[in-house]
């Protein structure tokens, strides 16, 4: 399975983003996709995930009531909307998919992984 992530840049704080992720490949294997984050000096942390049927969706606290993770299955995308971005939210997001649909939050049960986005919130 390959990702491929896009739509980041740079924004105005208060502003909106969307990010894509398009898989390609063995994607009947991956019944769940997230969005992870990585700010300079910090550790990657998760941001949000969903199941392919959407049933489940999980999100970090900080991004609650801000972002919306959606899928388009007949895409292969999942999307990540943000919305009232903070200089905080600045980060190179990454997608990543997995098999499994339990423990969505936790990135060492993810196969496949995108190469990243940034994403910069200015001030």
């Known amino acids: 399975v390959q990702l491929q992530a896009s739509g980041g840049g740079l924004v105005q704080a208060g502003g909106s983003l969307r990010l894509s992720c398009a898989a390609s490949?063995?994607?009947?294997?991956?019944?769940?996709m997230g969005w992870f984050r990585q700010a300079p000096g910090k550790e990657r942390e998760f941001v949000a995930a969903?199941?392919?049927?959407?049933?489940?969706?999980d999100y970090a606290d900080p991004v609650k009531g801000r972002f919306t993770i959606s899928r388009d299955n007949a895409k292969n995308t999942v999307y990540l909307q943000m919305n009232s971005l903070k200089p905080e939210d600045t980060a190179v997001y990454y997608c990543?998919?997995?098999?499994?649909?339990?423990?969505?939050?936790?990135?060492?049960?993810?196969?496949?992984w995108g190469q990243g986005t940034q994403v910069t919130v200015s001030s």
């Open positions: 990543a998919a997995k098999m499994g649909t339990s423990g969505l939050r936790i990135q060492a049960t993810y196969a496949y």
């Open positions: 490949g063995r994607t009947f294997s991956t019944n769940a």
């Open positions: 969903s199941t392919r049927g959407g049933s489940s969706t």
